[in-house]
């Protein structure tokens, strides 16, 4: 179940992240928007879980040279990628180059973190 919600609020992150011109969900109905979101909420995970602890480990030097600041840079090209890998399977969702992959990505950590820890919160009151 929590997976899901995960799954589900990555979704909504990227779906916020659409307002940046450049990266675009073409689609027409809702259902078949909100599947594509989850599609490529799921790509995301998948990119994010396999290839960044690579690049992580191999740009360790450049993490520790710009104080952390080339995460930005990663999270970016990540981001550039699961909108590639997207679009390659057929989805409708376009990310259209390294800025708005860059600042696309901002906006999922921002949407995402505020997120989970708004459902974080509303599960610690529901436990007590």
Known sequence: MEFLIKVLITAVAVWVATVVPGIDLVDASP???IGTL???ALVFGLVNAVIKPVVKLVGCLFYLLT???FGLVVNGLM???AGWISAELGLPFQVTGF???FWGAI???LVSFALNLAFDRTR?????
């Open 31 to 33: 259902a078949a928007r």
């Open 38 to 40: 989850v599609l490529v």
């Open 67 to 69: 104080l952390g600041l």
């Open 79 to 81: 981001f550039w990628l």
């Open 99 to 101: 800025w708005p992959a």
């Open 107 to 109: 906006i999922v950590a």
């Open 124 to 128: 610690l009151v529901t436990r007590r």
